[in-house]
């Protein structure tokens, strides 16, 4: 949908910015201006903030959501040892804050948006923009595949009978979240209140966990007991802990859609963005790490989710627990929509226009094809299908498809964040260099570690086939220019 256009998150009205540098004495003049001027000033004020809080909620959707599974596959990979649980989960969001200190200082770089892809053009050259926009691509199918298979994991946890049904269950809400998406952008309002809501919901359900008394049941045995010394295992499990990393990168790009403001705008919408949604995930995460301890709720049974028996355990199976499962099922479903909808983008701003008038012209000219509700139908089509096949093939078990998850993401994060250190030693600023170079060094030892699993390995190699694919077609094509904006120009239409 244009951001001009009734329903657009980003066309309903002005958008609140802190200006930290606006003086008293411009404060007073405003105070002492005209009482109608005032009152607009006011207005106008609020309804930024509204917006703040629409566009920050829905970008988030996706890192949120990622707790729903992240903290009981790093538990499985400590093979349910509790006692390791949080120092690992504290080392999952050690990193996250670092890669966000690093994308803190890429959207000041990029006020109109890019993300990695225009950071590694600016620094090693146009080609190796492909590189993050395959990881990218392979991402998005990884989020829709992964957030269909924790809605249907949150729905069996609430009625176990449907146990037997878990593909059919998330193969139709893939199918669902698909065809939701050919009706446009305009729920993104709704996305935002549904992160609202299971914010406060699992909120709720963390103080009703701390202050209610105790009722220690049997412990879940650690499975397999302990197989190497605690620093070993710690590093070993955080890697896929790493899907609360997932979407770290959204605020970068999805600034591009507020074409209404002006860049320093921008720039504070996407730093408060990423800021804010660290601090919440870090509260949700290492909060419901701690109850996880303190209630002794290990590795969950077959029909359930670690954190479906946290809240159970928490607050009984009473009505928070049902809101609380259908919270995290919607915001999940959230998370999917979203992908559907910036995959497909991505794909149609790769392609050929096919009324000549823009496009990058490396893709199909039917991938840039829309309905309506400017959705590019066939880039739905091909998320869907491809979703739908890694659906089947982890059995729609969520806890399957994580092992494969944060290879794509990290490696976009690992080229946006080498982009940087570059920028950063052209410019001479060499205390961001440090920061640069740690946070690369991060980036690539969580990949490495991931990679030595074997199986992620897939999620790389199909990253990569796509960049070479696209680096083909873009050499067949002539080189266009323009690689760098791809990210952006999907974000804006």
């Not at 690093?102 to 590694?120: C, D, T, V």
């Not at 893939?174 to 305009?186: D, K, R, S, Y």
């Not at 997932?246 to 320093?264: F, K, N, V, W, Y």
């Not at 999620?459 to 990210?487: N, Q």
Request: glycine letters at 12%; charged letters at 10%.
């Amino acid at each position: 949908m244009p951001c001009g256009e009734p329903g657009s998150l980003v066309g309903t009205g002005f958008f609140f910015l802190l200006e930290a540098e606006l003086s008293r004495g411009a404060a007073r003049t405003a105070a002492q201006s005209h009482v109608v001027q005032g009152g607009q000033g006011r207005g106008r004020a609020q309804s930024r903030f509204v917006l703040l809080i629409a566009f920050a909620f829905a970008v988030m959707g996706d890192p949120v959501s990622s707790v729903a599974y992240a903290i009981e596959a790093a538990l499985r990979a400590l093979h349910g040892d509790l006692a390791l649980l949080v120092v690992t989960m504290a080392v999952v969001m050690g990193i996250v804050a670092l890669v966000d200190v690093n994308y803190h200082q890429l959207i000041g770089h990029f006020p109109r948006g890019g993300g990695s892809a225009a950071a590694a053009a600016r620094s090693f050259g146009d080609a190796w923009s492909f590189i993050p926009l395959g990881a990218l691509i392979v991402d998005y199918a990884l989020t829709i595949a992964i957030s269909v298979a924790a809605g249907s994991s949150a729905i069996i946890a609430y009625v176990p009978q449907l146990a037997a049904s878990r593909i059919p269950i998330a193969l139709a809400l893939t199918v669902l979240v698909g065809v939701l998406t050919l009706f446009g952008h305009g729920g993104r309002a709704i996305f935002a209140a549904m992160t609202i809501t299971f914010v406060g919901i699992a909120a709720a359900v963390l103080v009703h966990g701390f202050l209610a008394p105790v009722s220690v049941g049997p412990v879940t045995p650690v499975l397999g007991g302990a197989q190497h010394s605690p620093p070993l295992a710690v590093l070993l499990a955080f890697p896929v802990g790493m899907a609360l990393a997932t979407g770290t990168e959204a605020p970068s790009s999805a600034i591009a859609q507020l074409g209404q403001i002006d860049d320093r705008s921008r720039v504070d919408f996407g730093r408060i963005t990423i800021w804010l949604t660290l601090g919440i995930v870090m509260f949700l995460t290492l909060g419901l790490a701690v109850l996880a301890v303190r209630l002794h709720a290990g590795i969950p049974p077959a029909d359930s989710t670690q954190i479906a028996v946290i809240a159970a355990d928490a607050v009984g199976k009473g009505g928070l627990y049902a809101a609380f499962q259908i919270a995290s099922a919607l915001i999940l479903l959230s998370a999917a929509n979203s992908s559907f909808n910036a995959g497909p983008g991505l794909l149609k701003a790769l392609a050929r226009s096919e009324k000549g008038d823009g496009g990058f012209g490396i893709l199909p000219v039917r991938l840039s094809r829309t309905n309506r509700h400017h959705t590019p139908y066939w880039g739905v089509a091909v998320f869907l299908a491809v979703s739908a096949a890694l659906v089947i093939a982890a059995r729609g078990q969520d806890q399957v498809l994580v092992l494969f998850y944060a290879v794509a993401v990290f490696l976009s994060f690992l080229f946006g964040l080498l982009a940087m250190a570059v920028t950063s030693w052209r410019e001479g600023r060499w205390g961001l260099v440090i920061v640069n170079v740690v946070g690369s060094g991060l980036v690539g030892l969580t990949l490495g570690v991931d990679l030595i699993r074997i199986y992620p390995i897939a999620s790389l190699v199909g990253a990569l086939l796509i960049a070479v694919v696209l680096y083909w077609r873009w050499m067949r094509a002539g080189r266009p220019r323009g690689v760098s904006d791809i990210e952006s120009v999907a974000e804006t239409d």
